[in-house]
C-alpha cells in the first residue's frame, strides 16, 4: 500500500512507488562460483579469489564484508533492502537482526569510501556505478 499526501513532492511520491516495486521484486541467494572482475570506478572485485582492490591496492574486507559488497556489485542497477541483502547471503527470509548488515556497510565505508554505497533515504542501499 503505498499512502500518498498532497505535501509529498513529485520526487517523494516517484520514490515512493519505486520502493514498493523493488520490495516486490525477489533476490536469489548468491554463490560466488564465477571468475568474474567487476569494477566501479576506483573499486576492483575479483569474485572468485574474493579479493578487494581500491586503485590497485588490497583492501582486507571479512566474509561479512565481502558477501555484503559482492550482493551489491550484483545487483548494481537495484536499490536493495537490508533483508533483501541479508537474503542474498544467507538464503534465509527472516532475519532478526539488521545490525550485522549495517554494520557491515559501515565497516566498507570506511575501508573503501563512503561515498562507495549510496543510502537511498527511507528503504535501503545501492552501490554508486561511478566515482
Known amino acids: ?54 586503485k590497485g591496492k588490497e583492501i582486507e574486507l571479512t566474509t561479512r564484508e565481502f558477501d555484503v559488497l559482492y550482493t551489491l556489485a550484483y545487483y548494481h542497477d537495484q536499490v536493495l533492502t537490508t533483508r533483501q541483502i541479508y537474503k542474498a547471503i544467507t538464503g534465509e527470509d527472516v532475519m532478526d537482526d539488521y545490525h550485522g548488515i549495517e554494520s557491515s556497510i559501515y565497516s566498507i565505508r570506511k575501508k573503501l569510501g563512503h561515498d562507495i554505497i549510496l543510502n537511498i533515504r527511507g528503504y535501503g542501499y545501492q552501490l554508486k556505478k561511478e566515482r
Do not use: N, P
Open 1 to 54: 500500500m503505498i499512502i500518498v499526501t498532497f505535501s509529498d513532492s513529485e520526487e517523494q511520491v516517484v520514490e515512493k512507488l519505486k520502493a514498493v516495486l523493488v520490495e516486490d521484486q525477489e533476490i536469489e541467494c548468491i554463490s560466488i562460483t564465477d571468475d568474474k572482475e567487476m569494477i566501479f570506478g576506483d573499486v576492483e572485485i575479483r569474485t572468485k579469489q574474493r579479493k578487494v582492490f581500491l
